[in-house]
């Protein structure tokens, strides 16, 4: 089983920047596909980025592109997503994610560990 612990999550200003770390334990996830996700009020969860085993591919949603970076530090067993010019649309829990391949895709059936988030607020 792995577990993964997200933090680094707060109140911030419009214009700031944040990181998150997720950290994982109980087992190695240097060979897992790493996303990040999150959650605003009243809406569905969705896709933010994701960081292949290696640190050879990212992704990223449009709507973070260029201001959030994902990067992973495999000895540490920790991923992290910068987030620059934080906008109040940012506001949401921010979960991270682990799927046990080394592929580059988001399966929606492969089996899923999820961190329990961590609250990012953007004022404005």
């Known amino acids: 089983q792995v577990q993964l612990v997200e933090s680094g999550g707060g109140l911030v200003q419009a214009g700031g920047s944040l990181r998150l770390s997720c950290t994982a334990s109980g087992r190695t996830v240097s060979s897992y596909l790493m996303g990040w996700f999150r959650q605003a009020p009243g809406k569905e969860r969705e896709f933010v980025a994701r960081i292949n085993w290696s640190d050879s591919f990212t992704r990223y949603a449009d709507y973070v592109k260029g201001r959030f970076t994902v990067s992973r530090d495999n000895a540490k067993n920790t991923v992290y997503l910068q987030m620059n010019s934080l906008k109040p649309e940012d506001t949401a829990i921010y979960y991270c994610?682990?799927?046990?391949?080394?592929?580059?895709?988001?399966?929606?059936?492969?089996?899923?560990?999820w961190g329990q988030g961590t609250q990012v607020t953007v004022s404005s």
């Open positions: 994610a682990a799927q046990p391949h080394y592929g580059t895709i988001w399966s929606e059936t492969i089996n899923t560990y």
